[in-house]
Protein backbone atom coordinates (compact mmCIF):
# COMPACT_ATOMS: atom_id res chain seq x y z
CA UNK A 1 0.00 0.00 0.00
CA UNK A 2 2.70 1.93 0.51
CA UNK A 3 4.53 1.33 -2.36
CA UNK A 4 1.32 2.08 -4.30
CA UNK A 5 0.71 5.60 -2.37
CA UNK A 6 4.22 6.30 -3.38
CA UNK A 7 3.98 5.50 -7.09
CA UNK A 8 0.73 7.76 -7.20
CA UNK A 9 2.57 10.36 -5.86
CA UNK A 10 5.12 10.38 -8.57
CA UNK A 11 3.01 9.97 -11.21
CA UNK A 12 1.18 12.83 -9.64
CA UNK A 13 4.18 15.54 -9.30
CA UNK A 14 5.22 14.44 -12.48
CA UNK A 15 1.99 15.70 -13.85
CA UNK A 16 1.50 18.51 -11.76
CA UNK A 17 5.48 18.88 -13.54
CA UNK A 18 4.14 18.98 -17.25
CA UNK A 19 1.35 21.36 -16.52
CA UNK A 20 3.53 23.90 -14.99
CA UNK A 21 5.80 23.64 -17.86
CA UNK A 22 2.78 24.00 -20.26
CA UNK A 23 1.64 26.62 -19.11
CA UNK A 24 4.93 28.47 -19.12
CA UNK A 25 5.67 27.76 -22.54
CA UNK A 26 6.34 31.13 -24.45
CA UNK A 27 3.78 32.68 -26.38
CA UNK A 28 5.90 32.32 -29.69
CA UNK A 29 7.50 28.57 -29.86
CA UNK A 30 9.77 29.91 -32.69
CA UNK A 31 12.41 32.51 -31.89
CA UNK A 32 11.95 35.57 -33.40
CA UNK A 33 16.00 35.53 -34.45
CA UNK A 34 15.02 32.38 -36.32
CA UNK A 35 15.14 32.53 -39.95
CA UNK A 36 13.27 30.25 -41.53
CA UNK A 37 10.84 30.72 -44.64
CA UNK A 38 7.14 29.29 -44.55
CA UNK A 39 5.48 28.65 -47.53
CA UNK A 40 2.62 30.45 -48.40
CA UNK A 41 -0.96 28.15 -47.43
CA UNK A 42 -2.83 28.99 -49.23
CA UNK A 43 -1.07 30.18 -52.14
CA UNK A 44 -2.52 33.92 -52.23
CA UNK A 45 0.04 35.12 -55.04
CA UNK A 46 -1.45 32.40 -57.06
CA UNK A 47 -4.96 33.48 -56.68
CA UNK A 48 -4.81 37.28 -55.49
CA UNK A 49 -6.94 36.89 -53.00
CA UNK A 50 -6.55 39.31 -49.55
CA UNK A 51 -8.83 36.77 -47.73
CA UNK A 52 -5.92 34.20 -48.89
CA UNK A 53 -2.93 35.96 -48.00
CA UNK A 54 -4.62 36.59 -44.15
CA UNK A 55 -5.41 32.80 -44.09
CA UNK A 56 -1.92 32.15 -45.16
CA UNK A 57 -0.54 35.22 -42.86
CA UNK A 58 -2.79 32.85 -40.18
CA UNK A 59 -1.67 29.58 -41.07
CA UNK A 60 2.42 30.73 -40.40
CA UNK A 61 1.28 32.49 -36.57
CA UNK A 62 -0.40 29.37 -35.75
CA UNK A 63 3.21 27.46 -36.27
CA UNK A 64 4.37 30.02 -34.12
CA UNK A 65 1.93 29.54 -31.20
CA UNK A 66 0.11 32.53 -32.05
CA UNK A 67 -3.56 33.32 -32.14
CA UNK A 68 -5.33 34.42 -35.35
CA UNK A 69 -5.07 37.96 -36.69
CA UNK A 70 -8.00 40.12 -35.05
CA UNK A 71 -8.75 42.00 -37.66
CA UNK A 72 -11.31 45.23 -37.54
CA UNK A 73 -14.19 44.91 -39.76
CA UNK A 74 -13.57 47.16 -42.38
CA UNK A 75 -9.64 46.12 -42.85
CA UNK A 76 -10.69 44.72 -46.33
CA UNK A 77 -11.84 48.29 -47.37
CA UNK A 78 -8.85 50.41 -46.03
CA UNK A 79 -5.74 51.89 -47.87
CA UNK A 80 -3.34 49.20 -48.52
CA UNK A 81 -0.78 51.75 -46.18
CA UNK A 82 -3.46 51.20 -43.16
CA UNK A 83 -3.63 47.54 -43.73
CA UNK A 84 0.57 46.92 -43.48
CA UNK A 85 0.22 49.49 -40.24
CA UNK A 86 -2.32 47.34 -38.54
CA UNK A 87 -0.71 44.33 -39.77
CA UNK A 88 2.71 45.34 -38.27
CA UNK A 89 1.57 46.27 -35.07
CA UNK A 90 -0.50 42.84 -34.50
CA UNK A 91 2.81 41.12 -35.29
CA UNK A 92 4.27 43.55 -32.21
CA UNK A 93 1.59 43.62 -29.70
CA UNK A 94 1.01 39.70 -30.41
CA UNK A 95 4.53 38.97 -28.94
CA UNK A 96 4.16 41.47 -26.32
CA UNK A 97 6.06 44.74 -27.91
CA UNK A 98 4.59 48.50 -27.99
CA UNK A 99 2.65 49.62 -31.10
CA UNK A 100 4.58 51.79 -33.91
CA UNK A 101 2.92 55.10 -34.38
CA UNK A 102 2.91 56.23 -37.81
CA UNK A 103 4.39 59.24 -38.76
CA UNK A 104 3.19 61.91 -41.93
CA UNK A 105 6.62 62.56 -42.68
CA UNK A 106 8.24 58.80 -42.67
CA UNK A 107 5.31 58.02 -44.71
CA UNK A 108 5.96 60.81 -47.62
CA UNK A 109 9.72 59.18 -46.82
CA UNK A 110 7.86 56.26 -48.01
CA UNK A 111 5.77 57.43 -51.22
CA UNK A 112 8.51 59.32 -52.68
CA UNK A 113 10.93 56.75 -52.42
CA UNK A 114 8.46 53.72 -53.96
CA UNK A 115 7.86 56.35 -57.05
CA UNK A 116 11.91 56.04 -57.09
CA UNK A 117 11.51 52.14 -57.83
CA UNK A 118 8.48 52.78 -60.20
CA UNK A 119 9.99 55.39 -62.06
CA UNK A 120 13.81 54.14 -62.45
CA UNK A 121 13.35 50.85 -62.78
CA UNK A 122 15.67 49.71 -59.74
CA UNK A 123 15.39 47.68 -56.66
CA UNK A 124 17.57 48.21 -54.00
CA UNK A 125 18.23 50.77 -51.06
CA UNK A 126 20.45 52.86 -53.03
CA UNK A 127 19.23 55.06 -55.57
CA UNK A 128 20.40 55.95 -58.47
CA UNK A 129 19.95 59.93 -57.89
CA UNK A 130 19.73 60.04 -54.13
CA UNK A 131 22.46 57.60 -53.09
CA UNK A 132 22.21 55.07 -50.24
CA UNK A 133 19.98 54.61 -47.37
CA UNK A 134 21.84 56.25 -45.17
CA UNK A 135 23.27 59.27 -47.48
CA UNK A 136 19.13 59.46 -48.33
CA UNK A 137 18.69 60.20 -44.58
CA UNK A 138 21.34 62.33 -43.93
CA UNK A 139 19.93 64.42 -46.75
CA UNK A 140 16.82 64.82 -45.31
CA UNK A 141 16.60 68.30 -42.84
CA UNK A 142 13.34 66.63 -40.85
CA UNK A 143 15.35 63.15 -40.01
CA UNK A 144 19.31 63.92 -40.10
CA UNK A 145 20.90 64.26 -36.51
CA UNK A 146 17.49 63.54 -34.80
CA UNK A 147 17.03 59.73 -34.58
CA UNK A 148 18.87 57.41 -32.73
CA UNK A 149 17.77 54.06 -35.32
CA UNK A 150 16.04 53.82 -38.24
CA UNK A 151 15.78 51.24 -40.78
CA UNK A 152 14.22 50.58 -44.30
CA UNK A 153 11.55 47.48 -45.52
CA UNK A 154 10.95 47.56 -49.24
CA UNK A 155 8.56 45.21 -51.49
CA UNK A 156 7.49 44.41 -54.64
CA UNK A 157 4.32 41.98 -54.22
CA UNK A 158 0.52 42.09 -56.54
CA UNK A 159 -1.32 43.17 -52.80
CA UNK A 160 -0.38 45.97 -51.88
CA UNK A 161 -1.32 45.79 -48.15
CA UNK A 162 -1.48 42.23 -47.03
CA UNK A 163 1.27 40.33 -49.44
CA UNK A 164 4.42 42.44 -48.35
CA UNK A 165 3.38 41.44 -44.81
CA UNK A 166 3.26 37.77 -45.39
CA UNK A 167 6.91 38.60 -47.48
CA UNK A 168 8.71 40.33 -44.48
CA UNK A 169 7.45 38.72 -41.26
CA UNK A 170 7.39 34.57 -43.02
CA UNK A 171 9.53 34.17 -46.24
CA UNK A 172 12.54 36.45 -45.84
CA UNK A 173 15.12 34.34 -45.28
CA UNK A 174 17.06 35.49 -48.38
CA UNK A 175 17.84 39.02 -46.69
CA UNK A 176 18.77 36.69 -43.12
CA UNK A 177 15.43 38.04 -41.61
CA UNK A 178 16.28 41.21 -41.63
CA UNK A 179 12.63 42.55 -42.65
CA UNK A 180 11.26 40.55 -39.78
CA UNK A 181 13.72 41.83 -37.17
CA UNK A 182 12.72 45.36 -37.86
CA UNK A 183 9.47 44.82 -37.69
CA UNK A 184 10.27 43.43 -34.10
CA UNK A 185 12.53 45.23 -33.27
CA UNK A 186 12.00 46.79 -29.85
CA UNK A 187 13.72 50.06 -29.89
CA UNK A 188 11.49 51.52 -32.70
CA UNK A 189 8.73 53.94 -32.17
CA UNK A 190 7.87 55.08 -35.13
CA UNK A 191 6.93 54.33 -38.94
CA UNK A 192 5.89 55.61 -42.27
CA UNK A 193 4.37 53.33 -45.01
CA UNK A 194 3.28 53.92 -48.56
CA UNK A 195 2.88 52.90 -51.83
CA UNK A 196 2.67 53.29 -55.62
CA UNK A 197 0.56 50.86 -58.56
CA UNK A 198 3.47 48.66 -60.36
CA UNK A 199 2.94 46.94 -63.38
CA UNK A 200 5.84 44.66 -63.02
CA UNK A 201 5.14 44.06 -59.42
CA UNK A 202 1.74 44.93 -59.10
CA UNK A 203 2.83 47.18 -56.29
CA UNK A 204 6.04 48.63 -54.93
CA UNK A 205 5.92 49.75 -51.19
CA UNK A 206 8.60 50.85 -48.34
CA UNK A 207 8.23 50.99 -45.00
CA UNK A 208 10.65 53.76 -42.77
CA UNK A 209 11.37 53.16 -39.35
CA UNK A 210 12.41 55.95 -36.77
CA UNK A 211 13.29 56.03 -33.63
CA UNK A 212 13.60 59.95 -31.69
CA UNK A 213 16.86 61.07 -30.56
CA UNK A 214 17.41 61.81 -26.95
CA UNK A 215 19.44 64.43 -27.66
CA UNK A 216 17.91 66.05 -30.73
CA UNK A 217 14.31 64.90 -30.31
CA UNK A 218 12.71 64.43 -34.03
CA UNK A 219 9.79 66.52 -34.88
CA UNK A 220 9.07 65.55 -38.07
CA UNK A 221 5.70 67.65 -39.42
CA UNK A 222 2.20 67.15 -40.59
CA UNK A 223 2.36 68.83 -44.11
CA UNK A 224 5.62 66.90 -45.31
CA UNK A 225 6.96 68.47 -48.67
CA UNK A 226 5.48 67.62 -51.83
CA UNK A 227 7.06 69.68 -54.10
CA UNK A 228 9.12 68.25 -56.62
CA UNK A 229 12.43 70.26 -57.03
CA UNK A 230 12.62 72.16 -61.19
CA UNK A 231 15.79 71.57 -63.07
CA UNK A 232 17.21 72.28 -66.40
CA UNK A 233 20.09 72.35 -68.55
CA UNK A 234 22.98 74.28 -70.19
CA UNK A 235 25.92 73.20 -72.41
CA UNK A 236 28.65 75.02 -73.83
CA UNK A 237 31.89 74.28 -75.59
CA UNK A 238 35.00 74.46 -74.69
CA UNK A 239 36.83 73.52 -77.36
CA UNK A 240 38.86 70.41 -78.26
CA UNK A 241 35.92 68.36 -78.51
CA UNK A 242 35.07 69.34 -74.83
CA UNK A 243 31.75 70.25 -73.08
CA UNK A 244 30.68 72.31 -69.87
CA UNK A 245 27.39 71.07 -68.70
CA UNK A 246 25.16 72.60 -65.95
CA UNK A 247 21.90 72.12 -63.88
CA UNK A 248 19.93 74.93 -62.98
CA UNK A 249 18.18 73.55 -59.75
CA UNK A 250 15.43 75.13 -57.51
CA UNK A 251 12.88 74.10 -54.86
CA UNK A 252 11.03 75.39 -52.00
CA UNK A 253 13.16 73.59 -49.45
CA UNK A 254 16.37 73.09 -51.27
CA UNK A 255 18.42 70.77 -53.23
CA UNK A 256 20.03 67.46 -51.48
CA UNK A 257 21.42 66.31 -54.48
CA UNK A 258 21.87 66.34 -58.84
CA UNK A 259 23.27 63.43 -60.65
CA UNK A 260 24.08 63.43 -64.29
CA UNK A 261 23.88 60.19 -67.22
CA UNK A 262 24.27 59.83 -70.54
CA UNK A 263 21.63 58.41 -72.22
CA UNK A 264 20.14 55.91 -69.75
CA UNK A 265 20.85 56.17 -65.58
CA UNK A 266 22.75 52.64 -65.81
CA UNK A 267 26.05 54.70 -64.61
CA UNK A 268 26.42 58.45 -62.88
CA UNK A 269 28.25 60.41 -65.24
CA UNK A 270 28.61 63.17 -62.55
CA UNK A 271 27.45 64.22 -59.23
CA UNK A 272 27.38 68.11 -58.96
CA UNK A 273 25.62 71.38 -60.32
CA UNK A 274 28.36 71.11 -63.05
CA UNK A 275 30.72 68.88 -65.07
CA UNK A 276 32.37 68.54 -68.51
CA UNK A 277 32.07 65.94 -71.38
CA UNK A 278 35.10 64.60 -73.36
CA UNK A 279 33.22 63.61 -76.38
CA UNK A 280 36.00 62.11 -77.93
CA UNK A 281 35.58 59.15 -75.18
CA UNK A 282 32.14 58.70 -76.82
CA UNK A 283 31.03 57.07 -79.28
CA UNK A 284 30.07 59.29 -82.30
CA UNK A 285 26.07 60.05 -82.41
CA UNK A 286 23.34 61.63 -80.94
CA UNK A 287 23.67 61.42 -77.48
CA UNK A 288 21.30 63.05 -74.02
CA UNK A 289 22.75 64.63 -71.08
CA UNK A 290 20.20 63.50 -68.25
CA UNK A 291 19.96 65.69 -65.13
CA UNK A 292 18.39 64.59 -61.92
CA UNK A 293 17.55 67.35 -59.12
CA UNK A 294 16.13 65.69 -55.80
CA UNK A 295 15.38 66.90 -52.13
CA UNK A 296 15.83 65.56 -48.95
CA UNK A 297 12.55 63.98 -48.96
CA UNK A 298 13.33 62.09 -51.78
CA UNK A 299 11.05 64.01 -54.53
CA UNK A 300 12.81 64.47 -57.79
CA UNK A 301 12.83 66.37 -60.84
CA UNK A 302 14.42 65.83 -64.33
CA UNK A 303 16.21 67.82 -67.48
CA UNK A 304 17.34 66.31 -70.48
CA UNK A 305 19.79 67.75 -73.11
CA UNK A 306 19.87 65.82 -76.67
CA UNK A 307 23.45 66.29 -78.31
CA UNK A 308 24.81 65.48 -81.44
CA UNK A 309 28.01 64.26 -83.25
CA UNK A 310 28.52 67.87 -84.28
CA UNK A 311 28.25 68.81 -80.45
CA UNK A 312 26.55 72.15 -81.62
CA UNK A 313 22.79 71.30 -81.86
CA UNK A 314 20.38 70.73 -79.41
Known amino acids: ?75 YQLDPAQQQFILLNLERTDRHLHPLRMDANLSHVALAYSRQLLDLHFFSHTSPISGSFSERVGANPTLASHFSRVAENLAGNPLPGIGPMYEYMYDDASENCGHRQNILNPELTLVGINWVRSGEYGSMSAQEFLTPASWSPYTGTTTPDTIAPQVSISVHALGQGRLEYTAEASDNAGIARITWFLDSIQKPLHIGTQGTLDTQQVAAGKHTLIAYAVDGEGNYGVARYAIADTFGGR
Open 1 to 75: MLRLSFVLLTILTLALGILVIYQHRPVAAVSTSGCINIPANPDYLSTGDAHDAIAAINNARQQEHLRPLRLPANF
